[in-house]
Antibody, heavy 121, light 106 residues
Framework: EVQVVESGGGLVQPGRSLRLSCAAS????????MHWVRQAPGKGLEWVSG????????GYADSVKGRFTISRDNANNSLYLQMNTLSPEDTALYYC??????????????WGHGTMVTVSS | IQLTQSPSFLSASVGDRVTITCRAS??????LAWYQQIPGKAPKLLIY???TLQSGVPSRFSGSGSGTDFTLTVSSLQPEDFATYYC?????????FGGGTRLEIK
């Protein structure tokens, strides 16, 4: 089955760190760029970060630049998001998303179910 | 690049034809996609490249536009189409989404 499955979410205090993981299966992982998209409760979609197939190109939303780091391990079909200095504004459901392209950004055609991150004291 | 969707809320009936508009703050050529999100579910890709229908998406969905003005049209609403719709620009990083259009049953 073609799928991506997120893990690593939870409750964390402001200022702390968290690492999200995404396990991909059913497709050739290193043929595609990957992204993280988040959705705060009751709000719209916000793109967070993206990475090309070979990790040569990465991008970040201004809201997370300098705090979050995206990475991937093609040997293990995995995508990661290291989140540092978390704030309550980072509270959201985080989706792992597959692009239709390897390096350019074309469209997001496979979404996971998401992992919830709650930042609160 | 900012994307402005209108309307933000739309009430319609089964069988209606509806159109949602997405306006970009600058020229994005045809680098636009549309997604459907049913409450409690992950978004689903409907259209990419402004007008290319994703595989498996019903033909009642269509997209058009280029530059700064784009539309998503549903030719005859079905009960399963009542959801929230988002446009997305993909000219490069950073990627941005529109604020969403919530489509509800009248």
């Amino acid at each position: 089955e073609v799928q991506v499955v997120e893990s690593g979410g939870g409750l964390v205090q402001p200022g702390r760190s968290l690492r999200l993981s995404c396990a991909a299966s059913g497709f050739t992982f290193d043929d595609y760029a990957m992204h993280w998209v988040r959705q705060a409760p009751g709000k719209g979609l916000e793109w967070v970060s993206g990475i090309s197939w070979n990790s040569g190109t990465t991008g970040y939303a201004d809201s997370v630049k300098g705090r979050f780091t995206i990475s991937r391990d093609n040997a293990n079909n995995s995508l990661y998001l290291q989140m540092n200095t978390l704030s309550p504004e980072d509270t959201a459901l985080y989706y792992c998303v597959k692009d239709t392209s390897a390096s350019t950004i074309v469209a997001f055609d496979l979404w996971g179910h998401g992992t919830m991150v709650t930042v609160s004291s | 690049i900012q994307l402005t969707q209108s309307p933000s809320f739309l009430s319609a009936s089964v069988g209606d034809r509806v159109t949602i508009t997405c306006r970009a703050s600058q020229d994005i050529s045809g680098f636009l996609a549309w997604y459907q999100q049913i409450p409690g579910k992950a978004p689903k890709l409907l259209i990419y490249g402004a007008s290319t229908l994703q595989s498996g998406v019903p033909s009642r969905f269509s997209g058009s536009g280029s530059g700064t003005d784009f539309t998503l049209t549903v030719s005859s609403l079905q009960p399963e189409d009542f959801a929230t719709y988002y446009c997305q620009q993909l000219t490069g990083y950073p990627v941005t989404f529109g604020g969403g259009t919530r489509l509800e049953i009248k």
